[in-house]
């Protein structure tokens, strides 16, 4: 039988479901004025106000913005350093949780101590000690630079750490018992049953590299090797007019926006049902 709502739980519940309303319309309205502006002629993405539908309906802006002003450069620099460093930091991660997750590991509690003192250290705080090393790798100016920073990160390792921790030793006990390997066993046993923490990594690390302006910044001084959100943020900061003279007008500002954040909302559907199970396993302590 169900319970009848009291006065108190129903204004608790309008209260809670308006605020949660107002908070999401922060999120939604200035991503949905964008996408209607990116899709505003010249003209009518210039006057004031919030659009909910276009005005003028045009697809000048991602012409301009793609082939005009070469966005396609940059977003194909963010792609590979993405993709290319979220794979290498997802391997990394996965041998060294792996490793820190098997008991008879020499001093695995020590290990794991001094991997979470570096989560406390900002990267601003190592900046300059990080340029130096790059440097003396003769690295400066290359995209194997961008590919390599945070090929590794505390978080990561921690949470397939404890990920790995929450499988039975009973499979892997049978798996050694049939005379497999550790390699055969984190590939046949423990990649399969941690789809949800691989996920999670993926996509915290992805999203990571892809919103990455400070270290292209720090790296990279050739402009065709910036990445797509360096070149935004000078479209958006700075870009008052193409080469040619043309004005950059608000609908190629916002054309560039979408541009951006459209491959993240495409890949998070494909995550999204590991994501939420992978950090609740993850966040388990040993």
């Given at each position: 039988?169900?319970?009848?709502?009291?006065?108190?739980?129903?204004?608790?519940?309008?209260?809670?479901?308006?605020?949660?309303?107002?908070?999401?319309?922060?999120?939604?309205?200035?991503?949905?004025?964008?996408?209607?502006?990116?899709?505003?002629?010249?003209?009518?993405?210039?006057?004031?106000?919030?659009?909910?539908?276009?005005?003028?309906?045009?697809?000048?802006?991602?012409?301009?913005?793609?082939?005009?002003?070469?966005?396609?450069?940059?977003?194909?620099?963010?792609?590979?350093?993405?993709?290319?460093?979220?794979?290498?930091?997802?391997?990394?991660?996965?041998?060294?949780?792996?490793?820190?997750?098997?008991?008879s590991?020499?001093?695995?509690?020590?290990?794991?101590?001094?991997?979470?003192?570096?989560?406390?250290?900002?990267?601003?705080?190592?900046?300059?000690?990080?340029?130096?090393?790059?440097?003396?790798?003769?690295?400066?100016?290359?995209?194997?630079?961008?590919?390599?920073s945070?090929?590794?990160?505390?978080?990561?390792?921690?949470?397939?750490?404890?990920?790995?921790?929450?499988?039975?030793?009973?499979?892997?006990d049978?798996?050694?018992?049939?005379g497999?390997?550790?390699?055969?066993?984190?590939?046949?046993?423990?990649?399969?049953?941690?789809?949800?923490?691989?996920?999670?990594?993926?996509?915290?690390?992805?999203?990571?590299?892809?919103?990455?302006?400070?270290?292209?910044?720090?790296?990279?001084?050739?402009s065709?090797?910036?990445?797509?959100?360096?070149?935004?943020?000078?479209?958006?900061?700075?870009?008052?007019?193409?080469?040619?003279g043309?004005?950059?007008?608000?609908?190629?500002?916002?054309?560039?926006?979408?541009?951006?954040?459209?491959?993240?909302?495409?890949?998070?559907?494909?995550?999204?049902?590991?994501?939420?199970?992978?950090?609740f396993?993850?966040?388990?302590?040993?």
């Open positions: 039988m169900q319970r009848k709502m009291t006065g108190g739980r129903r204004v608790f519940t309008i209260v809670n479901v308006l605020f949660l309303a107002l908070i999401a319309s922060t999120m939604i309205v200035p991503l949905w004025n964008a996408l209607a502006e990116s899709f505003s002629s010249n003209l009518g993405s210039m006057q004031p106000g919030i659009l909910m539908w276009p005005r003028h309906f045009s697809l000048s802006g991602y012409q301009t913005v793609w082939t005009v002003l070469d966005l396609w450069k940059p977003f194909e620099n963010s792609v590979l350093v993405s993709v290319s460093g979220t794979l290498l930091h997802v391997l990394l991660s996965t041998l060294a949780g792996y490793a820190l997750a098997q008991p590991l020499p001093g695995r509690r020590v290990i794991s101590g001094l991997i979470l003192v570096t989560m406390m250290i900002p990267f601003e705080a190592i900046m300059i000690p990080f340029y130096v090393t790059i440097q003396q790798f003769g690295l400066l100016n290359t995209l194997i630079a961008l590919i390599l945070g090929a590794v990160s505390g978080f990561s390792i921690i949470l397939m750490k404890n990920f790995f921790q929450s499988i039975p030793t009973d499979i892997l049978a798996a050694k018992i049939d497999a390997g550790h390699f055969r066993c984190l590939w046949r046993v423990y990649i399969p049953l941690s789809k949800a923490g691989l996920a999670t990594v993926t996509l915290f690390e992805f999203v990571s590299r892809w919103n990455n302006l400070l270290t292209t910044v720090l790296l990279i001084n050739d065709s090797k910036n990445t797509l959100q360096v070149a935004l943020n000078g479209l958006v900061n700075e870009g008052s007019a193409t080469s040619s043309n004005l950059v007008t608000t609908n190629v500002k916002m054309a560039g926006i979408i541009i951006a954040v459209l491959p993240l909302m495409l890949a998070y559907p494909f995550v999204q049902k590991y994501f939420v199970k992978g950090i396993l993850g966040a388990s302590k040993e």
